[in-house]
Nanobody, 126 residues
Framework: QVQLVESGGGLVQAGGSLRLSCAASGRTFSRYTMGWFRQAPGKEREFVAAISWNGGRSEYSDSVKGRFTISRDNAKNTVSLQMNSLKPEDTAVYYC???????????????????WGQGTQVTVSS
């Protein structure tokens, strides 16, 4: 099975930056699309960003495009999310997820992801 553990969450003021990291188990990690999702209180889990197995393709939600950057290091079994220019509306629990389907596309739907981390809290104060 795939195990994912997020880290790097915390409290930051608006306009600041934060970098999230996700450590994954399994030798097949390098062939999985990896994504970041977030869930704010009272809201459904939503897509944030995803990256293909070789890092060649990535997708971002419109709300974070230009501010967040997803990256991965397959040698270290990690995927990261660099978050800049943070806004209070970015406040949520952020989850790392793996899409194990051998799709040539980077999928953005929550239901497409098979494994999930425990989540890490990101709070942006105004």
């Amino acid at each position: 099975q795939v195990q994912l553990v997020e880290s790097g969450g915390g409290l930051v003021q608006a306009g600041g930056s934060l970098r999230l990291s996700c450590a994954a188990s399994g030798r097949t990690f390098s062939r999985y699309t990896m994504g970041w999702f977030r869930q704010a209180p009272g809201k459904e889990r939503e897509f944030v960003a995803a990256i293909s197995w070789n890092g060649g393709r990535s997708e971002y939600s419109d709300s974070v495009k230009g501010r967040f950057t997803i990256s991965r290091d397959n040698a270290k079994n990690t995927v990261s999310l660099q978050m800049n220019s943070l806004k209070p509306e970015d406040t949520a629990v952020y989850y790392c997820a793996a899409d194990t389907s051998p799709s040539p596309f980077v999928r953005v739907g929550v239901s497409n992801y098979n494994y999930w981390g425990q989540g890490t809290q990101v709070t942006v104060s105004s």
